[in-house]
């Protein structure tokens, strides 16, 4: 059995850059889910097709794809640096 990991193209390097391709990698894998959904609920995959392809295909890469997300959060907010004027960060409006 093979070790799933994302394959990131090679111009993304920052955990900026790597979340924003997961969520998008993310989406992919969820329309793919619904693809697959649909032919089941009209006939076009069997039950086990169906179980097939969420169990060796969907939740193994929804799952590789969310732990890296929180790993790439983590990084993320490691770099930040705390330099914002609280004073003038947020607008303030007045209610009538």
């Known amino acids: ?12 390097t920052t955990p900026e850059e790597k979340t924003k ?3 998008g990698l993310q989406e992919v ?3 793919k889910h619904n693809e697959k959904g649909e032919k ?14 969420l169990e060796k295909e969907f939740e193994p890469r ?10 790439q959060r ?3 907010k490691k770099n930040i640096h705390n330099d914002a004027d609280f004073s003038n960060s ?3 409006k007045k209610k009538l």
């Open 62 to 71: 929804s799952h590789i794809i969310s732990e890296e997300i929180i790993i």
């Open 40 to 53: 089941y609920n009209t006939g076009f995959l069997s039950k086990k097709q169906w179980y097939d392809f």
């Open 90 to 92: 947020f607008n303030e």
């Open 74 to 76: 983590k990084l993320f």
């Open 29 to 31: 894998v969820r329309q």
């Open 21 to 23: 391709f997961l969520y």
């Open 1 to 12: 059995m093979s070790e799933l990991s994302v394959k990131y193209p090679v111009d993304i």
